[in-house]
């Protein structure tokens, strides 16, 4: 088992930026993929980016990629997501999720949630 907790996120201007973590609790944490996914009022959860195990490899989806970071340190059990040129569009509910395996792009083949971080990106 995994425990997942996510901090970093809160009000910022649009074009600002934010990073946020997420902290893991396990002893199999280097061994899982890990992504983050966002959900906003009235829409569903959507991927936003993903992250190997070794972190040599990564995706992201198309309205964030080249804005976007995601990035891990297995030393200290914490992925993080690096957000630059935020738009007001971004504004949603922030989660860290994990599984074991590949990188993976859909949300129900992750193991592993954590509570969810709010962003809220202003005109």
């Known amino acids: 088992q995994v425990q997942l907790v996510e901090s970093g996120g809160g009000l910022v201007q649009a074009g600002g930026s934010l990073r946020l973590s997420c902290a893991a609790s396990?002893?199999?944490?280097?061994?899982?993929?890990m992504g983050w996914f966002r959900q906003a009022p009235g829409k569903q959860r959507e991927f936003v980016a993903a992250i190997s195990w070794s972190g040599g490899s990564t995706s992201y989806a198309d309205s964030v990629k080249g804005r976007f970071t995601i990035s891990r340190d297995n030393a200290k059990n914490t992925v993080y997501l690096q957000m630059n040129s935020l738009k007001p569009e971004d504004t949603a509910v922030y989660y860290c999720a994990g599984r074991r395996g590949p990188r993976a792009t859909m949300s129900d083949q992750y193991d592993y949630w954590g509570q969810g971080t709010q962003v809220t990106v202003s005109s």
């Open positions: 396990g002893r199999t944490f280097s061994s899982y993929a």
